[in-house]
C-alpha cells in the first residue's frame, strides 16, 4: 500500500545499509525532518523487503487515505459475512445436535 500511495523504495542493498535498516524501527511510519527542512516519512522493513519506504507530505496524504478505503472494505466484506449468516439456512448448519 505504501508503494501505491507513492513512497519509493530504497532496498539495503550493501551491508552498512543493511545494517542501518536493521537498527531502525521496524514497521512503523516515522516522520522526519531533512536538512533542508522537508518533512519526509520512513517506513523500514528488514524482514520482508529488506528496504525502506520513503515519501513526502502528498504520499503520506494518499497512504492514509488508501487506508481508510482498506478499513471501510474490509467492515463492508465483514457486514456481508454477517449478513449471509444470519439467513435462516446458514443458521441449521450449526445448531443442529449432533
Known sequence: MLAAAGFSIRPADTPDKLAALKAAKQHRLIRRQTASGAIAFLYAD???CRCVYVGDEQAYQRYQKLA??????????EAAL???L?????????????
Do not use: G, K, L, M
Open 46 to 48: 528488514a524482514a520482508v
Open 68 to 77: 481508510v478505503e482498506q478499513q471501510v472494505a474490509i467492515a463492508d466484506q
Open 82 to 84: 454477517d449478513t449471509a
Open 86 to 98: 444470519d439467513s435462516p439456512w446458514a443458521y441449521d448448519w450449526w445448531a443442529v445436535p449432533y
